[in-house]
C-alpha cells in the first residue's frame, strides 16, 4: 500500500467520541407534549444495571471521550445514579446532570456533590406555574423553583434550559427574566426539533415567523441588558432557517448515545431508521461499536450523498443535515434534509410553516389537541394498525 493510500484512510478514520451520553432510562415522572424519548418507550423497559454501565464508561474513556451527560427520562429515578456518577468521576469525565429536578432533595444534591458531580441543566417548561404544569402535565413548578436554590447551594454551574415551542415563545420576556431572578449562569432556549413527541404535536409547536423574529429581538435586548452576568444561547428552529444544521456535530463523528437497554446510537432517535442494525454494549465492545459497526459508518462523512448533497458547496459544512428528519418528511434517510432550500422535498417545510401561522389565528379551530408523553399514549402511538383499528 503506498502512503498516499495509507493517508487517506487515516483520515477517514473517526475522531474519538468525545460527548458520551448515557440515557440511564426512559422513566420520568413529566409527559412534556415534546419529549425526545422515542415514542414507543413504553415498549422499552429493560435498562442497563450499574455494572453495565461501568463497563460503559471505563470503555468510552478508553475511546477518548472526555464529557459524560447523565440524562432520561429522568434520570434521578436510578437508585445507583450516584454510583455511576462516581464511577464516571473516579475515570475523569467530566459530568453533566440534565434533570427535571424531580427527586433531588438536599440529601440527594450533597450526596452528588461528593460523588463528584460537575454539572446540573435544569429544565423549565415556562416561567408560571400555570404553563409550567400545563406543558409537563405535572405539578412541578415550584419544587423546580426549589430544587434551583439546592444547584446554586451546592456551587453547581446554574445551567438553565427551556424548549421553546409556539405555546411559550411569546413568554420569552418573562423566561430569561424568570432565569436572572434565580441566579442562572446559562440559560438555553432551545426551540423545539421536530422529531418523537413534538412531531407528534408540531401542529401545536410549531412557531410563526413573526414569533420567532420577536422573540430573537427579546433575547438580544436581555443579552445588552445582562451583559456577561448570564450567558443566553438561542437555538433557532431550522424549520425557519432553509439550511440544516450538522446532526449532533456529524454522524459518529464526537457524539455516542447509550439508550437505557444498552443500545448504542449516532443520535438520540436513529433507531427510527429503516435498514440500519445498531449494535448493543451487552455483546460489542464501544470500539467496535465506534468504529467498525455498519450503523454507525453508514452516514459518516459524505461519501454516502446524492444529489443534490454531493455536489453542494456546503457539504462539509452540514454534512446533509439530520438523517431522522429526512426520513420522517421524504420518507428516505439518504436525501438532502427537507429543511434545506435546495432539497426536492423543502416544500414540506414550508407548507409546515405556513399552516403554523395560520393555526396561530385566534379564530382557527385545533382539530388534533396535544398528546401528552405517557406510557398509555405511548402504547396506543406504537400499536399495529390491526391493534388499533
Given at each position: 500500500m503506498d502512503m498516499n493510500s495509507t493517508v487517506s484512510q487515516q483520515a477517514a478514520r473517526p475522531g474519538p467520541p468525545l460527548w458520551l451520553l448515557a440515557e440511564l432510562t426512559y422513566r420520568c415522572p413529566l409527559h412534556c407534549v415534546f419529549c425526545y424519548n422515542p415514542v414507543d418507550f413504553a415498549r422499552q423497559e429493560e435498562e442497563l444495571d450499574t455494572e453495565g454501565w461501568f463497563r460503559v464508561l471505563r470503555e468510552g474513556r478508553e475511546l477518548g471521550a472526555v464529557q459524560c451527560g447523565l440524562s432520561g427520562g429522568e434520570p434521578l429515578v436510578r437508585d445507583d445514579l450516584e454510583l455511576i456518577v462516581a464511577e464516571a468521576h473516579r475515570l475523569g469525565y467530566y459530568t453533566n446532570l440534565l434533570t427535571s429536578g424531580v427527586g433531588l432533595t438536599a440529601a440527594r444534591a450533597e450526596a452528588l456533590k461528593v460523588a463528584g458531580l460537575d454539572h446540573v441543566q435544569l429544565s423549565f417548561q415556562d416561567s408560571t406555574r400555570e404553563m409550567n404544569d400545563f406543558l409537563s402535565h405535572t405539578k412541578t413548578f415550584e419544587l423546580k423553583n426549589r430544587v434551583a436554590g439546592l444547584i446554586k447551594a451546592q456551587g453547581w454551574p446554574m445551567v438553565m434550559n427551556v424548549v421553546i415551542h409556539r405555546l411559550n415563545i411569546d413568554h420569552m420576556d418573562r423566561i430569561i427574566?424568570?432565569?436572572?431572578?434565580?441566579?442562572?449562569?446559562?440559560?438555553?432556549?432551545?426551540?423545539?426539533?421536530?422529531?418523537?413527541?413534538?412531531?407528534?404535536?408540531?401542529?401545536?409547536?410549531?412557531?410563526?415567523?413573526?414569533?420567532?423574529?420577536?422573540?430573537?429581538?427579546t433575547t438580544d435586548a436581555w443579552r445588552a441588558r445582562l451583559g456577561d452576568r448570564m450567558r443566553i444561547f438561542f437555538v433557532t428552529p431550522d424549520y425557519h432557517e432553509g439550511k440544516p444544521k450538522k446532526c449532533v456535530n456529524g454522524w459518529g463523528n464526537m457524539f455516542l448515545n447509550i439508550a437505557p437497554d444498552g443500545t448504542a446510537l449516532p443520535c438520540h432517535t436513529a433507531r427510527m431508521l429503516p435498514g440500519l442494525s445498531f449494535p448493543s454494549?451487552?455483546?460489542?465492545?464501544?470500539?467496535?461499536?465506534?468504529?467498525?459497526?455498519?450503523?454507525?459508518?453508514?452516514?459518516?462523512?459524505?461519501?454516502?450523498?446524492?444529489?443534490?448533497?454531493?455536489?453542494?458547496?456546503?457539504?462539509?459544512?452540514?454534512?446533509?443535515?439530520?438523517?431522522?428528519?429526512?426520513?420522517?418528511?421524504?420518507?428516505?434517510?439518504?436525501?438532502?434534509?427537507?429543511?434545506?432550500?435546495?432539497?426536492?422535498?423543502?416544500?414540506?417545510?414550508?407548507?409546515?410553516?405556513?399552516?403554523?401561522?395560520?393555526?396561530?389565528?385566534?379564530?382557527?379551530?385545533?382539530?388534533?389537541?396535544?398528546?401528552?408523553?405517557?406510557?398509555?399514549?405511548?402504547?396506543?402511538?406504537?400499536?399495529?394498525?390491526?391493534?388499533?383499528?
Open positions: 427574566g424568570m432565569a436572572a431572578e434565580l441566579g442562572a449562569e446559562y440559560l438555553e432556549l432551545a426551540n423545539t426539533q421536530y422529531y418523537s413527541w413534538a412531531m407528534v404535536n408540531r401542529d401545536q409547536l410549531l412557531p410563526t415567523h413573526e414569533q420567532l423574529r420577536r422573540a430573537e429581538a454494549v451487552k455483546s460489542h465492545s464501544l470500539r467496535e461499536i465506534w468504529f467498525d459497526s455498519e450503523g454507525f459508518n453508514r452516514y459518516r462523512g459524505t461519501g454516502w450523498m446524492k444529489e443534490p448533497c454531493s455536489s453542494c458547496e456546503h457539504k462539509e459544512q452540514d454534512l446533509g443535515g439530520c438523517r431522522c428528519q429526512a426520513y420522517m418528511l421524504a420518507n428516505d434517510p439518504a436525501a438532502a434534509d427537507p429543511v434545506c432550500v435546495k432539497s426536492p422535498h423543502h416544500g414540506l417545510v414550508t407548507e409546515a410553516v405556513r399552516q403554523a401561522t395560520e393555526a396561530a389565528s385566534v379564530s382557527k379551530v385545533v382539530e388534533h389537541p396535544l398528546v401528552f408523553r405517557d406510557p398509555a399514549n405511548s402504547r396506543r402511538l406504537s400499536a399495529p394498525a390491526s391493534a388499533v383499528d
